[in-house]
């Protein structure tokens, strides 16, 4: 019983080995004329006519081939076919190694992945064991959506995985890309960047990816470390997830956006793009600077900026808000909320606005600035207008009205126009000596108070203070002497001065990376 058991085991194992070995081997299956030859002391057979082979799954056919049959290895010629499975590959050279299963195709190489890829080369390995295909000295892939080529390159033949290297061209009918090393599943069609990539679609927007992902089919990418550009914007950041069917594009992470046209930078820590709407969002730590002439900037922050792109100039605007600040040499401000036209220049404060240029703080319902060749040329005070400066003396200088325009030159405050219920409080201060143990000392002193009511008012400036005055239309003038003045007549109603909430540098410019380098010719 145990010797047949044994003899059973011996048989199988034979067997076993008889089919491996029979595996290994290359069989003839068929050839037009067979004739047996030597070269280099090696004898083969030169088969020529409809030649065919066999090897487990896979079929070699040729129209003339050198068959080393104690190798087990060919050289195919002519209309080189290989079938494999799910593989099938034409050439018009082979040299194929069956102990190892390399396949060495030559000229005009067509591997094909049935129903999913082909790719083009004139120089592949087919590599059987490793279910591989390398090529070198240029391949193109091609399947019913994107064509890439490089100049070499593998393809799994199990994960549907193709690995491209060195100069490497993308064609989408809605992008072209560039990279040096690239990966592309051809049976999900996703795209994997693995080396800086540049893409440009059919809209003229190019980008700028160190790595990530994109699914061409539902078009959506995961990138990393980026950067977009389209004729109007350009954009930064850290990460991007990007929906080009919804056309809706996210960014993350130390954006930087920037508006060509208007020299506009915006930063903030995340944000996003609805192209359909036309509309960009920047939040988180967001500000903006826009550089004007001289290189001088504007700064702007707020907790969200909102730019609004239209075909219409007049619809295109910029909108911040909440807790607006803006810092610029020689202005600085603080709202609720702002909007900025392109169309007219024009700044527009809503909310409790403040402004302050020098020594002087404005303050109405609402405030619009007006700039002209990128600078401040005039700013309309709207309704319950209010103008503060303090003197050396800590005095409250003030001028109130229904409406009031400020008129600038150099940068500075030249005249101020007020329209309607006009009030002014002006201090007038002189110099006086002293003289003590012979030395003179000259000393500013309070002279007294002017008050004075009338329709409409003029106020020159010069070097940013109140110069002269000019009051319209039935004025009301007093004068009170130091002794005389009250307590409760140095302020006019409406009185509040707000020097605590001008903002400084650092309160409106949120973070420092990149802006030097975003900005270059700017004052910053």
Known sequence: ???????????????????????????????????????????????????????????????????????????????????????????????????????????????????????????????????????FNGGKLVDTTNTLTSKKGYYEIKTNLASFKTNVVGVNPDYTLTSDTLQYNSKTRMVYFRDFTTVKDSDGKVAYYQNGIYDTRKKFSNLNNGEMESPSYKIKGDAYFIDDIKKFYTVKGHVIMTSKAENMLIFGDDGFFDKKKGISKVYGNAFAAKVGEEGDTLFLSADTLVSVENKDPKKKRLLAYHTVKIFKADMQGVADSLAYLPSDSTLYFYHDPVLWNGENQMTADSIHMLLKDKQIHRIYMISNSFVVSQDSLKNFNQIKGRRMTSYFENKKIDHVIVEGNGESIYYALEEKEIKKDSLITKITVLAGMNKIICSNIRIDFKAGKVHNINFYIKPDASFFPPHMIKESDRKLRGFSWRGKERPKRKDVVKREDGLSKAVPNAKL
């Open 1 to 135: 019983m145990h010797f047949k058991i044994r003899f059973l085991l011996f048989v199988f194992l034979l067997l076993s080995s008889l089919l491996s070995f029979s595996q290994k081997k290359v069989k003839l299956v068929h050839a037009d004329s067979l004739k047996g030859t030597m070269k280099d002391g090696k004898r083969f057979d030169r088969l020529l006519g409809h030649v065919a082979f066999i090897q487990n799954t896979t079929n070699i056919f040729c129209d003339s081939a050198y068959f080393y049959r104690s190798e087990n290895q060919l050289e195919a010629f002519g209309h080189v076919h290989i079938t494999d499975d799910s593989v099938d590959i034409t050439s018009k050279h082979l040299q194929y190694d069956g102990t190892k299963k390399i396949a060495h195709l030559r000229q005009n190489v067509i591997f094909e992945k049935l129903k999913i890829a082909k790719l083009y080369t004139d120089f592949l390995d087919y590599y059987r064991i490793q279910n591989q295909a390398r090529y």
